[in-house]
């Protein structure tokens, strides 16, 4: 139980994590353009592929 719970917590921070540098990479995509902003959108698409991967093996 405490171990589902633990896993399911990960998940939400990695979710938030990752919406939360797509938001930050957005703001520096208008300031500074998008080349300037290019790595926090690989970082966020990143966490999202991880997460993905996480919830394939969690089913499986």
Known sequence: MSQKINSRLWDVLIVSFAIGLA???????????????????????GLLGYYLLRKKNRDS
């Not at 938001?23 to 790595?39: E, K, N, P, R, V």
């Open 23 to 45: 938001i930050i990479g957005m703001d520096q995509w208008l300031h500074y353009g998008f080349f300037a902003s290019y790595w926090i959108f690989m970082f966020a698409i």
